[in-house]
Antibody
Framework: EVQLVESGGGLVQPGRSLRLSCTAS????????MSWFRQAPGKGLEWVGF??????????EYAASVKGRFTISRDDSKSIAYLQMNSLKTEDTAVYYC????????????WGRGTLVTVSS | EIVMTQSPATLSVSPGERATLSCRAS??????LAWYQQKPGQAPRLLIY???TRATGIPARFSGSGSGTEFTLTISSLQSEDFAVYYC??????????FGQGTKVEIK
């Protein structure tokens, strides 16, 4: 089955770190760029960042709100994408979604179910 | 950066009726427009890409149209499972991360 499964969410204090994982199955993970989104309670979708496939350099880009604090990486041998979140703030509280970027163009054709990150003291 | 504006914010429709959702871009995005559906407590799902191409497994009652700056998502006969929030996204201009604020389709 083609799917993405996020893990690693939970309750964390402000200023601390958390690493989310996105495990892919059912497709050739290394062929795809991967992206992370988040959705605060009752709010719309906010793009967090993405990582290109190795064929395109594996480079990353981030939203201004997380740049310098969050890092996306990938392990193609394990079919996992990571979101390392440092210096967490209360406003980072959200459900975090891992997504696959379409091969032909930059829409997001596969989404994980999401993992909740709550930043609170 | 391109701004995507969806209207209306909320659409009240009876089951079996047609729903028409609009998405406007602040500048032309050609046909590089996608639509997503998000049901309560679930992840978004890709419905339409290329403004009018249904994604795999999407029922034919969903159709997309438009190009340039004006786009429409039409649900021809609403089923109970279609009540959800719908988002549009442009991927013509970099960065391809611009989503509309969403239209909630609710039961009338």
């Amino acid at each position: 089955e083609v799917q993405l499964v996020e893990s690693g969410g939970g309750l964390v204090q402000p200023g601390r770190s958390l690493r989310l994982s996105c495990t892919a199955s059912g497709f050739t993970f290394g062929d795809y760029a991967m992206s992370w989104f988040r959705q605060a309670p009752g709010k719309g979708l906010e793009w967090v960042g993405f990582i290109r496939s190795k064929a395109y350099g594996g480079t990353t880009e981030y939203a201004a709100s997380v740049k310098g604090r969050f890092t996306i990486s990938r392990d193609d041998s394990k079919s996992i994408a990571y979101l390392q979140m440092n210096s967490l703030k209360t406003e980072d509280t959200a459900v975090y979604y891992c997504t696959r970027v379409g091969l032909q163009n930059w829409y997001f054709d596969l989404w994980g179910r999401g993992t909740l990150v709550t930043v609170s003291s | 950066e391109i701004v995507m504006t969806q209207s209306p914010a909320t659409l009240s429709v009876s089951p079996g009726e047609r729903a028409t959702l609009s998405c406007r871009a602040s500048q032309s995005v050609s046909s590089n427009l996608a639509w997503y559906q998000q049901k309560p407590g679930q992840a978004p799902r890709l419905l339409i890409y290329g403004a009018s191409t249904r994604a795999t497994g999407i029922p034919a009652r969903f159709s997309g149209s438009g190009s340039g700056t004006e786009f429409t998502l039409t649900i021809s006969s609403l089923q109970s499972e279609d009540f959800a929030v719908y988002y549009c996204q442009q991927y013509n201009n970099w960065p391809p991360r611009t989503f509309g604020q969403g239209t909630k389709v609710e039961i009338k």
